[in-house]
């Protein structure tokens, strides 16, 4: 099984992959680990990504998503923004179970503010907004709760 948890930045991907993660035995892997350094330079400095700077990593992710689920299955936390990116994620693998973290621009902008070490910062976040798509599959989950109630709900829904 895959699972691939998606939203903006700072809506809590990371955080929910760890801890269905830690709850399911599934691998963790966190998308932006695959960014080439171009797209990490482009995001430092402040500059939004645009469909050419992610395709190849989109392409990366699928072929890895293809491999995990030939193996044991995994959780990954993505942004996949569009829908086109999902498509393109899911050409390789047909076993995805999408789960989708919504919040409000100012409560996810707060904590972008609030981290620290992390290459993605509020400015970019507006775009992030401007370019999702909200899938119309998969489970929606509000951010306003906690992470444990957030993951017990998603393990309750899946």
């Known amino acids: 099984m895959i699972i691939i948890i998606m939203g903006v930045s700072g809506s809590g991907k990371s955080t929910i992959a760890k801890l269905l993660a830690e ?4 691998h963790y892997y966190d998308a932006d680990d695959f960014h080439p350094q171009s797209n990490i330079y482009k995001m430092k400095n402040g500059e939004a990504l645009n469909d050419i ?11 890895k998503l293809q491999t995990w689920e030939h193996q044991k299955g995994a959780i990954l936390a993505c942004s996949a ?24 621009f100012e409560t996810i902008k707060n904590r972008i503010e609030s981290r620290t070490g992390h290459f993605m910062n509020s400015k970019l976040l507006q775009s992030q907004f401007d370019t999702l798509e909200p899938p119309t599959y998969g489970i929606h989950i509000a951010i306003d709760q906690t992470p444990l109630q957030i993951t017990t709900q998603i393990l309750h829904k899946i």
């Open 23 to 26: 709850k399911t035995g599934l």
């Open 53 to 63: 700077d992610r395709k190849p990593w989109l392409l990366i992710l699928a072929e």
């Open 81 to 104: 923004l569009k829908e086109s990116y999902r498509e393109l994620l899911s050409s390789q693998s047909e076993k995805i179970k999408w789960v989708y973290l919504k919040g409000s």
